[in-house]
């Protein structure tokens, strides 16, 4: 799976909601979740109670090391570096996903199992978890899971969290100033205005110099 074939198989869902963690803009997925409260003012258009509420949820810890880690790596296969744009990890993907999850709490579960069974996987091929094999292992189990309908039915859990996985990840990346720059979204700008056309002029009965 490269770039631009994971983006087309992402079909970019949104997530409902409109908050952007500032972490994930400045692109620091190392950043500690403290860090990020301590870094993070209140975003615009963010009423107070919001804003309370974001930094509260912004002190829980939900992933442990290793689930983020786990995380970290997922994303990036699903959202890789290249030549034009920088990677998941990079835009600040995997503190997002760990936003979400405290955010919506019914991401918890299919998340954490998730996890859980992509080390099982892994463990039962490999004799390691996930984080720990080569990319080829890597890539191996993530190839019978990120296609729905080509996956065997065995493998229907695993198909569920990788969609999971690579929505929250599209969503992620897209909102950052990363993900942004990639699409080549500027914004609304003024277009240039060289006055009344003379056919409108000439339409009233002007001839443009009166």
Same mark, same amino acid.
């Given at each position: ?6 983006? %087309? /198989? ?39 109670? $919001?804003?309370? #509420? ?33 990677? /998941?990890? %990079?835009?600040?993907?995997? /503190? ?19 996890? %859980? ?26 190839? $019978? ?56 002029? #000439? ?8």
């Amino acid at each position: 799976m490269n770039r631009r074939e994971s983006i %087309k /198989a992402i079909g970019l869902t949104t997530v409902g909601t409109g908050l952007l963690l500032e972490s994930c803009r400045q692109g620091d997925a190392n950043k500690t979740v403290e860090e990020s409260v301590q870094n993070s003012g209140k975003l615009p258009g963010v009423q107070e109670f $919001e804003h309370a #509420r974001n930094t509260e949820l912004n002190k829980e810890r939900f992933f442990s090391e290793h689930e983020m880690a786990t995380i970290t790596v997922l994303a990036d296969i699903i959202i890789p570096k290249d030549d034009f744009s920088e990677s /998941a990890s %990079k835009a600040g993907v995997p /503190a997002f996903i760990e936003f979400m999850v405290k955010d919506i709490p019914d991401y918890k579960l299919p998340m954490r199992g998730g996890l %859980k069974w992509l080390d099982v996987q892994c463990l039962k091929r490999f004799n390691k978890p996930f984080v720990e094999c080569s990319e080829r292992d890597r890539l191996t189990l993530i190839d $019978e899971i990120a296609y729905p309908l080509k996956a065997r039915p065995e493998m229907q859990q695993g198909v569920a969290f990788f969609s999971l996985m690579r929505n929250l990840t599209a969503s992620g990346f897209f909102t950052s100033e990363i993900g942004v720059k990639d699409i080549g979204y500027v914004g609304n700008r003024p277009g240039p205005w060289d006055g009344v056309p003379e056919d409108v002029w #000439r339409q009233y009965g002007f001839t443009g110099n009166d």
